[in-house]
């Protein structure tokens, strides 16, 4: 008798890590046992990679360092199915999220990556909204969804606001198309009322759960006759909808990013597909949606593949042709657990009010499981599109990096249009205080100054507060300016002042010729290089470092009155009475 494979139904069980001979044997056995309710009885080593355990209920299975446990039972018999098999134009995805909270960066990342596909084929992207969490789901969330996904330039070509010809796209609204499915599936055989109480399906449980047993339902409506279904009919009793399993039959689809996966229906009991209160369960929408909106991909997180198997059998008894599947692996935070509300920011509306550009969240969210084969980082969405391809999707979770993300952010920026800046940043500055108006005229030289060392439009306010002020006391009381002030200080502050007073800096900083001023001032003083700049630029600006000092003061004298906050523009005149102040206190002059 043949011997065929499954794996492990839904929570397949990952290998263990790779380990040598009896220790690699005793992490096999115990990964299968407790998943089975079984002992394992006989391990036999394949090679340094694979072995085979005999279980004590007469099943074995083969656990490999690279792949899933895979359930070996004799006599299962393997069905098979048709696949649809569309390319270009034929090809129709779907991102159907539930609209229960905010939208999470994985889900965007799926959203993405079905847009980026339906975009490279020239195929149709679908908007569903899996609103039967009638509990949780709210339009503000939808609302919230869509807006979202509008803001990281996600178009799509069917939805609930683009009506096409396979809606409603609002699974509240299709409860009629999931009854009359539901009826001929009951009137096939393939599913049937099912009468049991809470207290009958937990007792039900808990002595399965006694004897070791994989939970199914085992009641007796799965073989009850007409009458008797009818009598409980004719009494008003509640009832749900169960599908009924095929015995021993193994289905198997080719994930598009993890290769064959296979399951034994024995590792599945009669599911629900209609609720007592009408409301469908999630995998019966699921199959029929997907099957009546001719979806022909569908590309979703890895966390759904153990909803498969359902999903298959409800396609198979209705006849449906099965779309081709591809699970992604999870982002995950940098501790390898699930990325997280506790790791900081996780949705996208989060990273967008943190300043966070969307091209910059586009580009990040395409690499979380993605590559082109190249070095290549930094991707316009329109270059996306012409390069991504479901091949390349990788098996292994992507690690979500803030700090990647923040300078990959920084690229972006600094690819924009100067306009474009000034217009973001303005605004941004204008918000918090710092300048009068977004247009302003100090707006465009000021961003100048700081643009090579932003991430972040709000890191602007950060960079250009300090450039108005002048911490002279602080930067000397700091200690870090000694060693200028060892090099004979005084005498910079006494040219500065003198060249002050005559009217000299003021001219230079007016005609741009402050850098010609610097080397005069060397020149006179026989100074160069550190020597020289640092002294002057703390005289100046009364800090060590930042843009470059003609640059600064240029901008500085553009900024009088159009400052908003009083008092954070110190201007030249306020600059020069304060150092001649610290000068004469220290004895300079």
Same mark, same amino acid.
């Given at each position: ?143 919230? !969804? ?72 085992? =009641? ?148 979380? =499981? ?55 940043? =303005? ?21 100048? !100054? ?140």
């Amino acid at each position: 008798m043949g011997v065929q494979t499954a794996v492990m139904s839904s929570n397949i069980i990952r290998a263990a890590r790779p380990a040598q001979g009896t220790q690699a044997l005793r992490q096999l056995s115990a990964l299968a046992a407790p998943a089975r309710g079984a002992r394992t009885l006989m391990a036999n080593k394949i090679n340094a990679n694979k072995a085979v355990l005999k279980m004590s209920n007469g099943q074995r299975y083969i656990v490999g360092r690279r792949e899933s446990m895979r359930c070996y039972a004799a006599a299962a018999t393997e069905v098979s199915s048709e696949v649809i098999q569309a390319t270009g134009s034929d090809v129709r995805v779907r991102f159907a999220p539930s609209p229960t909270g905010n939208l999470h960066v994985g889900g965007a990342r799926t959203a993405l990556f079905n847009w980026l596909y339906a975009r490279r084929t020239g195929g149709k992207f679908v908007m569903r909204v899996e609103d039967t969490d009638q509990a949780r789901s709210t339009l503000e969330s939808e609302q919230a !969804l869509i807006r979202d996904l509008k803001w990281l330039g996600l178009d799509w070509d069917e939805g609930p606001d683009k009506p096409g010809d396979c809606g409603p796209y609002r699974q509240s609204e299709r409860s009629t198309i999931y009854k009359e499915y539901a009826d001929k599936l009951v009137a096939s055989g393939a599913a049937y009322p099912c009468f049991c109480t809470d207290e009958e399906l937990a007792a039900m449980k808990a002595e399965q759960e006694a004897k070791k047993l994989p939970p199914k339902y085992a =009641g007796k409506w799965a073989t009850a006759s007409a009458e008797e279904v009818q009598e409980m009919m004719d009494k008003g009793v509640p009832y749900v909808y169960r599908f009924r399993v095929p015995a021993n039959e193994l289905i198997t689809i080719q994930d598009l990013v993890r290769g064959d996966v296979t399951w034994n229906t024995d590792t599945l009991g009669d599911f629900v597909l209609i609720r007592s209160n009408g409301f469908p369960v999630y995998n019966f929408c699921v199959a029929i949606d997907d099957a009546t909106m001719g979806i022909t991909h569908v590309l979703r997180a890895e966390e759904h593949l153990p909803n498969t198997l359902r999903q298959m059998l409800v396609y198979k008894a209705l006849g449906f042709k099965i779309p081709q599947f591809g699970h992604m692996s999870l982002i995950l935070a940098p501790d390898r657990s699930k990325l997280s509300k506790r790791h900081g920011a996780s949705s996208v509306g989060d990273f967008k009010d943190e300043g966070y550009l969307a091209p910059a969240m586009v580009n990040y969210l395409s690499l979380l =499981g993605w590559n082109d084969g190249t070095e290549q980082e930094i991707y316009t969405a329109e270059e996306l599109c012409s390069i991504f391809s479901i091949e390349r999707i990788t098996k292994s979770a992507g690690v979500f990096d803030k700090v990647k993300l923040s300078w990959m952010n920084g690229q972006h920026l600094r690819a924009l249009p100067v306009e474009e800046q000034v217009q973001m940043i =303005g605004a941004h500055l204008e918000a918090c205080g710092v300048l009068k108006a977004a247009d302003s005229k100090v707006a465009a030289p000021m961003i100048a !100054l700081v643009m090579d060392s932003l991430e972040l439009v709000v890191d602007a306010e950060k960079q250009v507060r300090p450039m108005l002020g002048y911490p002279l006391r602080e930067t000397m009381a700091s200690g870090k300016a000694d060693k200028v002030l060892e090099d004979n200080f005084a005498e910079i502050v006494n040219a500065v002042l003198t060249d002050y007073e005559s009217g000299e800096l003021a001219t230079a900083i007016a005609e741009d010729k402050l850098k010609g001023w610097f080397k005069a001032q060397g020149k006179a003083m026989g100074r160069k290089g550190k020597g020289l700049f640092m002294p002057l630029r703390i005289a100046l600006t009364g800090r060590m470092q930042g843009p470059e000092v003609p640059a600064v003061m240029s901008m500085l004298a553009t900024a009088e009155g159009e400052v908003a906050e009083e008092g954070l523009l110190v201007n030249l005149d306020a600059r020069m009475a304060e150092l001649k102040a610290w000068a004469t206190e220290a004895g300079h002059i």
